[in-house]
T-cell receptor, first 111, second 114 residues
Framework: AQSVTQPDIHITVSEGASLELRCNYS??????LFWYVQSPGQGLQLLLK??????LVQGIKGFEAEFKRSQSSFNLRKPSVHWSDAAEYFC?????????FGGGTRLMVKP | EAGVAQSPRYKIIEKRQSVAFWCNPI?????LYWYQQILGQGPKLLIQ????????DSQLPKDRFSAERLKGVDSTLKIQPAKLEDSAVYLC????????????FGSGTRLTVV
C-alpha cells in the first residue's frame, strides 16, 4: 500500500523568502504525485501534479515541485512567498485510482 | 464546468444522533470518493465508488457509517449513531480518470458532534 510523509508539521517563513515543503512517498511502482492547498474553511485546491516526463513540474500560483525517484521525494517550492500563501499544504500519491494524503504542512507567513 | 457540490456546509449534532451528507459530483465523473479529515490531519479515504458500485470501503466504519451512490451520480454518506470522534470535515471528490486528470474536491461538510 502507498503512503506519504510530510516531515514538517509547521513552517514559518518571511514574506518574500523562498519556500520548500518536503514530501516523501512510499509506493512500489511509478507514482502519480499531487500537491494540494487548503485555506481555512475551504476545500482542497490542486496546485500541481506529476504523472510522467519532466521531473520538474510547474503549477499554479508560482509553485513548482521536483520529482526525485532516487529519494522518493516530491518537494514543493516557491521562490518568493506571499502573505496569501499561508495555508495548509498536502502532498498526495495516486495509485489504483485513489489518493492517499500526507499529514499536511501548515505554512505561516511573517510580514 | 460546475464543481463538486456538497451540502450542508456545517452540521452540529448531539452524540448518538444520526446525520447525512450529500454530494453531487462533476457531470460525467465515474469515480466518487468520500474522505474524512480530522482537524490537524490529512484526509483519509472512507469509500470509493465507480459508477454506483463500491470499489473500496476498507476504512469505512461499517457499524455506524453507510454510503450509497444513486444511479451512479449523487451520493449520500450517513452516520448513525454519531460519536464525538466523528467530528471532522467530510470531503467529497470526483474524477474522470484520477491518474491522468486528477481529482476535484468539494468544499466539504464540517460536522461537530457534541
Amino acid at each position: 500500500a502507498q503512503s506519504v510523509t510530510q516531515p514538517d508539521i509547521h513552517i514559518t517563513v518571511s514574506e518574500g523568502a523562498s519556500l520548500e515543503l518536503r514530501c516523501n512517498y512510499s509506493y512500489g511502482a511509478t507514482p502519480y504525485l499531487f500537491w494540494y492547498v487548503q485555506s481555512p474553511g475551504q476545500g482542497l485546491q490542486l496546485l500541481l501534479k506529476y504523472f510522467s516526463g519532466d521531473t520538474l513540474v510547474q503549477g499554479i500560483k508560482g509553485f513548482e515541485a521536483e520529482f526525485k525517484r532516487s529519494q522518493s521525494s516530491f518537494n514543493l517550492r516557491k521562490p518568493s512567498v506571499h502573505w496569501s500563501d499561508a495555508a495548509e499544504y498536502f502532498c498526495a500519491v495516486g495509485a489504483n485510482n485513489m489518493l492517499t494524503f500526507g499529514g499536511g504542512t501548515r505554512l505561516m507567513v511573517k510580514p | 464546468e460546475a464543481g463538486v457540490a456538497q451540502s450542508p456546509r456545517y452540521k452540529i449534532i448531539e452524540k448518538r444522533q444520526s446525520v447525512a451528507f450529500w454530494c453531487n459530483p462533476i457531470s460525467g465523473h465515474a469515480t466518487l470518493y468520500w474522505y474524512q479529515q480530522i482537524l490537524g490531519q490529512g484526509p483519509k479515504l472512507l469509500i470509493q465508488f465507480q459508477n454506483n458500485g463500491v470499489v473500496d470501503d476498507s476504512q469505512l466504519p461499517k457499524d455506524r457509517f453507510s454510503a450509497e451512490r444513486l444511479k451512479g451520480v449523487d451520493s449520500t454518506l450517513k452516520i448513525q449513531p454519531a460519536k464525538l470522534e466523528d467530528s471532522a470535515v467530510y470531503l467529497c471528490a470526483s474524477s474522470l480518470d484520477g491518474q491522468r486528470y486528477g481529482y476535484t474536491f468539494g468544499s466539504g461538510t464540517r460536522l461537530t458532534v457534541v
